[in-house]
């Protein structure tokens, strides 16, 4: 894996495991050679997550709307600070640049983030691997609701075992690297629950 991308928060969170967490996650991707491709914000969850691979020698890549750059305090010393025009190019400019994609915790930015690239993994569109790092518990709902899709026939059950969940880092990224995509196809799967065949 050459770059790996990390949705999170652009505020810091209530508790300290949150940011100790994006550290120790900067840590071990520097020390595996992984490029970090995120938002490019110098501030919460973000920041800290940025500053820790640049403290252990690491590669770092933002990518910033040029409309929020001010707003969220983009890391102006990046060596690689991509400006972008909109939100959804922000989107595809990391989904494309990366082998993969994490979320620490944050809030609905980093929720949608994260989902969308899971809802493109389901349907094919990458076969990249996607995980949460369950600092704290902190995923436990967003995992309820997808148990819980999948308990109510809306997703298959190929397309939930494919979300890795993991509190370690390191673990994490020892899962991405053994990583198969899902063989379910997404639309045939759905045909046949409205009892059409394909
Ligand atoms: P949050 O988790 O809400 O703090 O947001 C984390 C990051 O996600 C911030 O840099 C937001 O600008 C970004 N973000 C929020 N919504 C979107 C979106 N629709 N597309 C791309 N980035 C987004």
Not at 36 to 54: D, E, H, K, P
Not at 156 to 168: D, L, N, Q, Y
Request: contains cysteine.
């Amino acid at each position: 894996m050459k770059r790996i991308c990390v949705f999170c928060g652009s505020s810091p969170g209530a508790r300290p495991e949150y940011l100790q967490t994006a550290v120790a996650l900067g840590h071990v991707l520097a020390q595996k050679g992984i490029g970090l491709v995120y938002g490019g914000a110098n501030i919460g969850v973000m920041g800290t997550l940025a500053r820790s691979v640049l403290e252990r020698g690491g590669r770092v890549t933002g990518v910033m709307p040029k409309a929020l750059a001010k707003k969220e305090v983009a890391f102006t010393d990046l060596a690689d600070l991509r400006v972008v025009g909109t939100m959804h190019e922000r989107k595809q400019l990391m989904a494309d640049l990366s082998d993969g994609f994490i979320a620490l915790p944050g809030g609905l930015g980093t929720a949608e983030e994260f989902i969308e690239v899971l809802t493109w993994a389901q349907l094919g569109i990458h076969e990249k691997p996607c995980g949460l790092l369950n600092v704290r518990g902190f995923y436990d709902r967003l995992l309820g609701f997808l148990d819980h899709a999948t308990d109510e026939a809306f997703m298959a059950p190929g397309h939930r075992a494919m979300v890795i969940v993991e509190a370690s880092p390191e673990v994490l990224l020892e899962k991405f690297s053994v990583y198969r995509p899902p063989v379910v196809d997404k639309a045939g799967w759905a045909l046949k629950l409205n009892g059409i065949k394909n």
